[in-house]
């Protein structure tokens, strides 16, 4: 990049902080879980005519070292001048993830409305191991991987940041399948009225159904949508059954708590 293309891109930055008093702050956030379809729902989202984009789907403000590096200003700066009848919000997965996250959202945003989607453990850790072969965080087999997970995951290092990613990203294949933890963490700050959580499943097989409770929970009117493409999808061998069935009897006790919990039978069962 220029010296030129440097002082344009740094202008363009100050122009967007200089005027973040007049920029939305986000009307909702779609908290995740990571490779639950949060990509597709985002996208979806996006093809409403009320809804506005910021700069990146991803912002990572409230649960990585941005939030104590760069001030709200510089968040706001990412979101479009606000407009009468129309919202905007951002997607970013981890944020459900990270215990100090919640805390920090409600601080900022404590009437933001807040989108969780879930999906079978067993298959979104599957497809976070191959998502880390991919960028080639992982060079394990699956089997070993969620061996080492506990140790990995034990490490000192700070939080993820805006360099190399923190263990806690990469290789949390079965811990981030334990959402009961996750969600309890955000019903300390907000109500439940006020997340929406969603099962990744019925997004993928039901779409205008899970995307209408979603304009809904956003007071939006209903909006057609002609195709519903899959977003980040990646092919792969099946997991084998004997490791299918380990991670099966690993995840039952907590899919129950989960069940009972929110009142809600996702139906995981294999």
Excluded at 16 to 22: H, K
Excluded at 174 to 193: A, D, H, I, T, V
Excluded at 227 to 248: C, F, G, H, M
């Amino acid at each position: 990049m220029s010296r030129f293309d440097n002082l344009r891109k740094g202008s363009i930055l100050s122009y967007r902080i200089l005027t973040s008093p007049l920029r939305a702050k986000p009307d909702f956030l779609v908290i995740g879980g990571m490779k639950c379809g949060s990509s597709s729902l985002y996208q979806y989202l996006l093809k409403h005519p009320n809804v506005y984009p910021p700069l990146t789907k991803e912002l990572y403000y409230f649960s990585t070292q941005k939030f104590t590096q760069k001030s709200f200003a510089w968040y706001r700066s990412n979101f479009p001048i606000s407009k009468p009848n129309y919202m905007t919000g951002e997607a970013t997965p981890d944020y459900i993830f990270y215990a100090k996250t919640a805390q920090r959202v409600a601080n900022k945003l404590p009437s933001v409305k807040l989108i969780s989607i879930l999906r079978n453990p067993i298959d979104r850790a599957y497809s976070h191991y191959h998502h880390s072969v991919s960028l080639g965080w992982e060079n394990n087999s699956f089997e070993e991987a969620i061996k080492l997970e506990k140790s990995r995951l034990s490490t000192k290092s700070s939080t993820i940041n805006d360099g190399t990613p923190h263990p806690s990203h990469k290789h949390s294949y079965l811990s981030r399948g334990l959402y009961l933890k996750q969600l309890k963490e955000w019903f300390c700050f907000f109500p439940r009225e006020q997340i929406l959580i969603l099962k990744a499943e019925d997004l993928y097989s039901q779409p205008k159904t899970t995307m209408n409770r979603v304009f809904q929970f956003l007071n939006l009117p209903a909006n057609k949508i002609d195709i519903y493409k899959t977003y980040n999808s990646r092919n792969y061998a099946p997991i084998k059954p004997e490791v299918r069935q380990k991670l099966i009897d690993y995840f039952k006790p907590e899919k129950e708590k989960l069940y009972e919990y929110l009142g809600v039978n996702f139906n995981w069962d294999k």
